[in-house]
C-alpha cells in the first residue's frame, strides 16, 4: 500500500511539473507575441510621426518694391524639402534642401535669382545687418530689426526667422536665414514690402 502511495504522489508531481511548464510557456509566448506587437506599432508611430514632421513645404512671398518713385513687384518662391541619412529608428540626420526662385514683374517676369541672398539677413556675403531690439509683426510673423551702410546709405530692415518653415531637428543645407519681409533706405528712395505671403506644407 506505501509503495502505491508513493507511485500516487510521484506522479502528482510528475502533473503538477507538467502543468507548470504549460503554463509557464504559455505566458512566455503571450508575452513574446506582445512584445514584438508592441515594438512593431511604436515603429509605426514613431515612422509615421517622421512623415508628418518631415513633409515638404511652398512659400510665396510677393513683395511690392518702390525705386524712385517707381513701382514693381518681386515674386520669392521657396520650395523646401527634406532628405533622412540613415533609415526609421537608425535616422540619424534629416537634411533640409531649399530651392529658391526670384522674379520680377513689371508687366513682364525678370529673372532676379542673383539677388536671392538679398531677400535674408544671413546669407548675404555683401550686406553686414546689425542687431537691434526693437521687434514687431507683419503678417502674422513675429519680426526683429537690423540696419546696415551700404551704398552709401543707411537702411533697415524687418525680418522673421519663422518663415521659411524648417522642420524641428532638420538641418538646412544653404546658409540662408532670416527672411526680410521689409527693407529701406533712410531718404526714402528704396522701400520693399511683403504684401502676401502663402505657405503650404504637405
Known amino acids: 500500500m ?5 507511485a500516487y504522489n510521484k506522479a502528482k508531481v510528475v502533473y503538477v511539473v507538467a ?5 509557464a510557456l504559455i505566458g512566455f509566448s503571450g508575452s513574446t507575441g506582445y ?23 511652398h512659400v510665396d512671398v510677393i513683395y511690392e518694391r518702390t525705386i524712385s518713385g517707381k513701382q514693381d513687384f518681386l515674386h520669392l518662391e521657396i520650395d523646401t524639402t527634406y532628405h533622412k541619412i540613415g ?12 530651392d529658391y526662385s526670384l522674379r ?3 508687366g513682364k517676369y525678370h529673372d532676379c535669382s542673383k539677388m536671392v541672398a538679398q531677400c535674408f539677413v544671413e546669407g548675404s556675403t555683401s550686406i553686414n545687418w546689425q542687431a537691434t531690439e526693437a521687434t514687431k509683426t507683419i503678417s502674422g510673423n513675429k519680426c526683429s530689426r537690423v540696419v546696415a551702410a551700404f551704398t552709401a546709405k543707411s537702411w533697415e530692415a524687418w525680418y522673421t526667422e519663422e518663415l521659411p518653415y524648417l522642420a524641428k531637428g ?11 519681409l521689409e527693407v529701406r533706405d533712410a531718404d526714402g528712395q528704396y ?12
Open 2 to 6: 506505501l509503495r502505491g502511495k508513493m
Open 191 to 202: 522701400e520693399l514690402k511683403a504684401k502676401n505671403i502663402t505657405q503650404y506644407i504637405g
Open 35 to 57: 512584445g514584438s506587437g508592441h515594438s512593431a506599432i511604436s515603429n509605426q508611430k514613431y515612422l509615421a510621426q517622421q512623415v508628418k514632421q518631415y513633409q515638404p513645404s
Open 104 to 106: 520680377a514683374f513689371d
Open 87 to 98: 533609415k526609421g529608428n537608425y535616422t540619424h540626420k534629416v537634411l533640409c534642401n531649399r
Open 19 to 23: 502543468i507548470a511548464v504549460v503554463v
Open 170 to 180: 532638420a538641418k538646412a543645407t544653404d546658409n540662408y536665414n532670416g527672411l526680410i
